[in-house]
Each structure stands twice: as C-alpha cells, then as structure tokens.
T-cell receptor, first 117, second 114 residues
Framework: AQKITQTQPGMFVQEKEAVTLDCTYD???????LFWYKQPSSGEMIFLIY??????QNATEGRYSLNFQKARKSANLVISASQLGDSAMYFCAMSPASSSNTGKLIFGQGTTLQVKP | EAQVTQNPRYLITVTGKKLTVTCSQNMNHEYMSWYRQDPGLGLRQIYY???????DKGDVPEGYKVSRKEKRNFPLILESPSPNQTSLYFC?????????????FGPGTRLTVL
C-alpha cells in the first residue's frame, strides 16, 4: 500500500534553531517523487521542496533541506534558523509513478510546527 | 508571477444553491486537480484532468462536477450543495503527472454550506 506517515502531530522549536520534521513513506514503485508543503493558518498549501527517488543528493531550497534516506524510506524536512513565520502545518506527500494515471498525491497527516520567540 | 488562483476564497451558502468555484493557472500546465481537505480525513482528490476536454473522477466525486474547456481553467461545480460539502477546497496543477512533476496549489476556498 502507498502511504505517508508523519509521526509528530505537533512540535515546538525556538526561534533561530534548526528543526527536523519526520516523514516515512511506503511504496513498491521504484520511481517516485517526495514533496513537502507548508500550510499556514491562512490555509494556503505552499510547495517547499522536492526529492526524486533517483536523486543522489539531498534536495535543498534556501533554509529547507530534505534528508533523504532511501533504504530507510524516510524523507525528513530540515528547517534551519527557524523564523516565527515558519509556524504552520507541514505536509509530506508522495507521487509514485503508479499514480501517474490519476496524478493523485498521497499526503501524510501533517505536523504542526510552532516557533517560539 | 506563476500561480494558481481560486475564487472565491471564502463562501457561505445554503443547501441546494448551485455554486461554482473557479480555478485558473498561468503556467501552461496540462494537469489540474481538485482536492478537499477535512479534519481527520486529510486531503482527498475529487476530480482531475489530464488535459483539455479530459476529466475523470477522483476518490470523492459525488456531488461535484467539473469541466476543462480551456487549458488554464478548471472550475468545480456544486449543483446542489449539502452541509457535508463544507470543507476547504484546493485546486492544483502540474506540467504532467510523472513522479518528478511538482503540483502547485491554489490558495484554497473555504466553503460553508448551511
């Protein structure tokens, strides 16, 4: 079964510190994409970062990096130097090749991050 | 600016009053999709469209209609809304549906059906 698991319902981090949000995935597809989205309290779903299953290097986008451990089927998001504006719900999502006929993204349950001043 | 737009952002309506939520993208994407997000149920796909004039049902299509007459637009139609369609709705688009294609989401539409 294709599944994304985010085991941390809520997390706190001190401003300017780094934080890691966990994501594990389950798929038998050899080809898949992994994504992280941010959903602030205003509701939008904002794309943050992408990692392909065949990518040799971990993806980075500014303060966001993805710690991709393929053998462990994990794709953790690392946010460096947290800012108050990082307070939001974060979703890990997967696009397995076998879903290309529908394009449906498989989402995790989300992790709420609160950044403390 | 490359984006997906949705309108309205917020809507309160009554049972049975037909409504349309518009979605438009300016990235020349082939693929578009609608999701609804509900507490405890996550995001569920309603309908999707691989390209113009091609649409298909997702996981929860009951009570919804869509059309894709132009590449950029993908409206969601609720012919007779009911309270169980109260939800946060997202339109998304991507170049294609491969594993490497990033889906970009609109800002969401908060719908309340009384």
């Amino acid at each position: 079964a294709q599944k994304i698991t985010q085991t941390q319902p809520g997390m706190f981090v001190q401003e300017k510190e780094a934080v890691t949000l966990d994501c594990t995935y389950d798929t038998s597809d050899p080809s898949y994409g992994l994504f992280w989205y941010k959903q602030p309290s205003s509701g939008e779903m904002i794309f943050l970062i992408y990692q392909g299953s065949y990518d040799q290097q971990n993806a980075t986008e500014g303060r966001y990096s993805l710690n991709f451990q393929k053998a462990r089927k994990s794709a953790n998001l690392v946010i460096s130097a947290s800012q108050l504006g990082d307070s939001a719900m974060y979703f890990c999502a997967m696009s397995p090749a076998s879903s290309s006929n529908t394009g449906k993204l498989i989402f995790g349950q989300g992790t709420t991050l609160q950044v403390k001043p | 600016e490359a984006q997906v737009t949705q309108n309205p952002r917020y809507l309160i309506t009554v049972t049975g009053k037909k409504l349309t939520v518009t979605c438009s993208q300016n990235m020349n994407h082939e693929y578009m999709s609608w999701y609804r997000q509900d507490p405890g149920l996550g995001l569920r796909q309603i309908y999707y469209s691989m390209n113009v004039e091609v649409t298909d049902k997702g996981d929860v299509p009951e009570g919804y209609k869509v059309s894709r007459k132009e590449k950029r637009n993908f409206p969601l139609i609720l012919e007779s809304p009911s309270p169980n369609q109260t939800s946060l709705y997202f339109c998304a688009s991507s170049l294609d549906t491969g594993a490497t294609d990033t889906q970009y989401f609109g800002p969401g539409t908060r719908l309340t059906v009384l």
